[in-house]
């Protein structure tokens, strides 16, 4: 069973693309996801499922997507490890670019 963390793009802003979050939960589970996890209206999940291949479980999501709701979101698929280490990548980044600024700013 491998973890992902879904990133739906699009829904839920400016009133368009509406995704109730237990609607979206629902849809999941009915896709063989299991503990699925929505982060308020946001559209980024954590789930479990079977399938290891992103492709093949992205294209499931917004096929689904579609049927359901009416639209085909842009999605971002990533396992949770990948994920934690784009977050550690980024976090990195935004603390040496805030010492450098902050030098920057002490140096005016």
């Not at 290891?52 to 009416?70: A, P």
């Not at 085909?72 to 670019?97: G, Q, S, W, Y």
């Amino acid at each position: 069973m491998s973890s992902w963390v879904v990133l739906l793009r699009g829904i839920n802003v400016g009133g368009k693309n509406i995704v109730p979050m237990k609607q979206l939960s629902e849809m999941l589970v009915g896709l063989d996801c299991q503990n699925v996890q929505t982060y308020i209206q946001s559209g980024n999940v954590l789930l479990q499922h079977h399938e290891s291949n992103s492709q093949t479980l992205s294209k499931q999501i917004v096929e689904q997507m579609e049927q359901s709701f009416g639209f085909k979101p842009h999605i971002l698929l990533l396992t949770l490890t990948r994920f934690e280490c784009a977050t550690a990548l980024i976090r990195n980044m935004v603390n040496d670019l805030a010492g450098n600024f902050c030098l920057s700013c002490c140096k005016v």
